[in-house]
């Protein structure tokens, strides 16, 4: 086969827009020296709710996880900057976090890619620094894990694994 019958099988246009799944994958791809650290945050799947009424389970939903991920970025971000300067001088990390599991029905869980890390910071005690966060975070679960992003595609293939063609619903854009 030659290359024109492939692109005529695959429906190859070279004068085609990209898909909104393409652009934020093609974008993310350009940062990711911006971003180096992998973050996957696992998630209660129900929370517990107080009201006048009694307590009653509710299942999380996405703006459950965006309020459980800014709770988690403020702690972070504490641990890494101290109170002072998170708080005072509105130092911050740099965040992309998107939801996985809302499209696929599985379990909610969270992936961040950071950075804006500050110079003093060493590699081993990123895991650490995120244990610390999460304890002042119900709403997450013990397992999490930190790894490098690097050139392995985790910004660009991973991360946007569940993005539909036509809309980033599940990128938490007012995050970043």
């Given amino acids: 086969m030659n290359i024109q019958q492939i692109r005529q099988k695959t429906a190859f ?11 934020t994958r093609n974008w993310l791809s350009s940062i990711h020296k911006d971003y180096p650290i992998a973050l996957t945050l696992t998630l209660k799947q129900f929370i517990e709710v107080k009201n006048d009424k009694g307590t009653y389970f509710k299942k999380i939903d996405k703006d459950d996880i965006r309020r459980i991920a800014t709770h988690f970025q403020h702690k972070l971000n504490r641990q890494i900057f101290g109170c002072r300067g998170a708080k005072i001088y509105g130092m911050s990390l740099k965040y992309v976090v ?16 950071i950075g804006g890390l500050p110079d003093y910071v060493k590699w ?21 894990k930190v790894d490098i992003a690097g050139d392995s595609g985790w910004m660009g293939q991973y991360l946007t694994k569940e993005l539909g063609i036509k809309d980033t619903d599940n990128v938490l854009w007012d995050l970043a």
Avoid: C, W
Wanted: a negative charge; zero cysteines.
């Fill in 98 to 113: 998107v939801i996985e599991g809302e499209r696929t029905h599985k379990n909610l869980h969270i992936h961040m890619a």
């Fill in 13 to 23: 246009s070279p004068n085609a827009q990209p898909t909104q799944k393409e652009a």
């Fill in 124 to 144: 081993n005690e990123i895991d650490g620094f995120v244990r610390k966060a999460k304890l002042s975070v119900d709403e997450l679960d013990q397992q999490h």
